[in-house]
Each structure stands twice: as structure tokens, then as C-alpha cells.
């Protein structure tokens, strides 16, 4: 799909891989609709991307969300494009998990998504098409000690991604994947549950930079294919292409 003039939403767009996402779309002539909790971020940001549209939502809070997007729909008549990469990860043991953070994850990282792309579905099809890029993660194709959370709702985000790519072709509504490796923002710091937590948090800073996630998503847009991955250890681990 074409990005130049186009309506874009970016959930997450506060802060790394989203931010960079958000940038690059609108540095393309897209116009993107900034979603995230930290109101300031937003702002800020609008101020610097031409026609962009600030809105503070709680991706768990589907109300909010279904707002959000209604907003989005009036402010500019149209939506083209859904990238849903709000996310946050949670390091317990199993025996530590606690259901209500549990719950507040698979909201975020799995319900959200899917609430997000029902709001925008039938606008997409009414005007012939849309893309809509998930952001998974690596860790799908893992095991990861303490993260069976996080890793557990990526795999599902994988199958209702999949799932609604078969759906949607039809409708020309275009569902895409990302799965980045270890990524260079706040998200070890951002991680809920236990704060030694161990896994690939130790590496966060030497990770991947967020714009290198934002150029997959860009060409995820532009070429349509399901899956995109960070490198290819992620791609073999997958299966794909290996
Ligand atoms: N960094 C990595 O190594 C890595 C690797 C693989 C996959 N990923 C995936 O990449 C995505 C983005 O993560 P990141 O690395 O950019 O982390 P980040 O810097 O912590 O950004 C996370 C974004 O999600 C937003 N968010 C968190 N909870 C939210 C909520 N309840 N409602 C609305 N927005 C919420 C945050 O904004 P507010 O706090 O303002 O709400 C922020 O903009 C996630 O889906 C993550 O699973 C990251």
C-alpha cells in the first residue's frame, strides 16, 4: 500500500519501536493518529509531525479504545492503516504468575490488538482495503524462563494475525506480522513482575534500534507478505524460510 497521504493509527506511539513507527510513517506523508497512555509524549510529539492527532487510551480499556478509533475516523474521514504494537512483558516464574497481571497482559498484548483491528475492519473494507501490521515479537518462537506470559500471548497474537490475514484477503484488508529481536527501548524497564527477571532484558541496550523495527514495518505496509522478521536466527526458529 501507498503511505503518502494515508491515515495511519500507531498504538504505543509514546515511546520506542511505536515513536520510531510513528516518525517514519509521517515522514512519508502519511497522517498518523498517536494512541498511548502518556498524554505529554503525545503531545509532544504531535507538535512535530504535521497533521498528526494525539489521543490518550488504555489499549486494556476497549471502551476507550473503540473511542479512540471512532475519533481517529471523524478527525480525518478515513483510516488506512493499524499498527498495533502497544505491548509490555511480565517476568514470573509459573509458579509466581499472578492471574490479574495475567490478565492485564493478554489484554494488552492480545485483546487490544484484536479489539483494535474490529474497529477499524468494516471502515477498511467500505473504502476497498487497509493494512493492518501486527507487532509480534521473537519470543513467540521461544522458550524463555520467566517469560511464559509474554511469550504465551505473542504466540497467540500470531494465530489471530494469521487468522485474520485468511479472513481479510478478500476484503483487500492486508494482515501483517513483525517480530523483532531484542530492541534498544524502555521495555525491560517498562516490564511488569519481578524485577531481577533474567532473560534477554540484561541486553536491551545493545539491541536492535527501534527505527530499524519501524523500516519492517514500513515495508510490511508497502509489500504486504505475513511475516517479517529481525534477522534470520528468528526466521529459522520460525520455520520460515530456513
Ligand atoms: N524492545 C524489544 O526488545 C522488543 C522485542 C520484541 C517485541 N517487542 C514488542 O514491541 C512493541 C513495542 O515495545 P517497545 O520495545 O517499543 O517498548 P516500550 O518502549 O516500552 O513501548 C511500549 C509502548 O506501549 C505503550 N503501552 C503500554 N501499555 C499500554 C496501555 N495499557 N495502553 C496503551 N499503550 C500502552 C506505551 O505507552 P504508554 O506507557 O504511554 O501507555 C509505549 O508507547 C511491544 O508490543 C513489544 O512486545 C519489543
Same mark, same amino acid.
Request: glycine share 10%.
Given at each position: 500500500m501507498e503511505i503518502k497521504d494515508r491515515v495511519f493509527i500507531v498504538t504505543g506511539a509514546s515511546s520506542g519501536i511505536g515513536l520510531a513507527t510513528a516518525i517514519t510513517l509521517s515522514d512519508r506523508g502519511a497522517k498518523v493518529a498517536l494512541l498511548a497512555r502518556s498524554t505529554h509524549a503525545l503531545k509532544e510529539l504531535a507538535h512535530k509531525l504535521?497533521?498528526?492527532?494525539?489521543?490518550?487510551?488504555?489499549?486494556?480499556?476497549f471502551d476507550q479504545?473503540?473511542?479512540?478509533?471512532?475519533?481517529?475516523?471523524?478527525? =480525518?474521514?478515513?483510516?488506512?492503516?493499524?499498527?498495533?504494537?502497544?505491548?509490555?512483558? =511480565?517476568? $514470573?516464574?509459573?509458579?509466581?504468575?499472578?492471574? $490479574?497481571?495475567?490478565?492485564?497482559?493478554?489484554?494488552l498484548n492480545v485483546l487490544g490488538p484484536i479489539v483494535a483491528m474490529q474497529a477499524v475492519i468494516?471502515?477498511?473494507?467500505?473504502q476497498?482495503?487497509?493494512?493492518?501490521?501486527?507487532?509480534?515479537?521473537?519470543?513467540?518462537?521461544?522458550?524463555?524462563?520467566? =517469560?511464559?506470559?509474554?511469550?504465551?500471548?505473542k504466540r497467540a497474537l500470531l494465530g489471530f494475525s494469521l487468522t485474520a490475514r485468511a479472513e481479510l484477503e478478500?476484503?483487500?484488508?492486508?494482515?501483517?506480522?513483525?517480530?523483532?529481536?531484542?530492541? $534498544?527501548?524502555?521495555?525491560?524497564?517498562?516490564?511488569?513482575?519481578n524485577p531481577a527477571g533474567g532473560g534477554p532484558a540484561a541486553h536491551y541496550?545493545?539491541?536492535?534500534?527501534?527505527?530499524?523495527?519501524?523500516?519492517?514495518?514500513?515495508?510490511?505496509?508497502?509489500?504486504g507478505q505475513a511475516? =517479517?522478521? $529481525?534477522?534470520?536466527?528468528?526466521?529459522?526458529?520460525?520455520?520460515v524460510g530456513a
Amino acid at each position: 500500500m501507498e503511505i503518502k497521504d494515508r491515515v495511519f493509527i500507531v498504538t504505543g506511539a509514546s515511546s520506542g519501536i511505536g515513536l520510531a513507527t510513528a516518525i517514519t510513517l509521517s515522514d512519508r506523508g502519511a497522517k498518523v493518529a498517536l494512541l498511548a497512555r502518556s498524554t505529554h509524549a503525545l503531545k509532544e510529539l504531535a507538535h512535530k509531525l504535521p497533521g498528526s492527532l494525539p489521543l490518550t487510551v488504555d489499549m486494556t480499556q476497549f471502551d476507550q479504545l473503540r473511542e479512540a478509533v471512532g475519533a481517529v475516523r471523524q478527525h =480525518y474521514g478515513r483510516i488506512d492503516g493499524l499498527v498495533n504494537n502497544a505491548g509490555r512483558s =511480565y517476568a $514470573a516464574a509459573i509458579e509466581e504468575i499472578e492471574p $490479574a497481571v495475567f490478565d492485564e497482559i493478554f489484554h494488552l498484548n492480545v485483546l487490544g490488538p484484536i479489539v483494535a483491528m474490529q474497529a477499524v475492519i468494516p471502515l477498511m473494507r467500505a473504502q476497498g482495503g487497509g493494512s493492518i501490521v501486527n507487532i509480534n515479537s521473537g519470543t513467540a518462537f521461544m522458550t524463555v524462563p520467566q =517469560y511464559s506470559v509474554y511469550s504465551s500471548s505473542k504466540r497467540a497474537l500470531l494465530g489471530f494475525s494469521l487468522t485474520a490475514r485468511a479472513e481479510l484477503e478478500k476484503d483487500r484488508i492486508v494482515v501483517s506480522e513483525i517480530y523483532p529481536f531484542i530492541t $534498544a527501548t524502555n521495555f525491560g524497564k517498562n516490564r511488569m513482575g519481578n524485577p531481577a527477571g533474567g532473560g534477554p532484558a540484561a541486553h536491551y541496550a545493545e539491541g536492535d534500534k527501534p527505527e530499524f523495527v519501524a523500516g519492517l514495518v514500513l515495508q510490511a505496509v508497502q509489500e504486504g507478505q505475513a511475516q =517479517y522478521f $529481525a534477522n534470520d536466527r528468528l526466521r529459522k526458529m520460525a520455520g520460515v524460510g530456513a
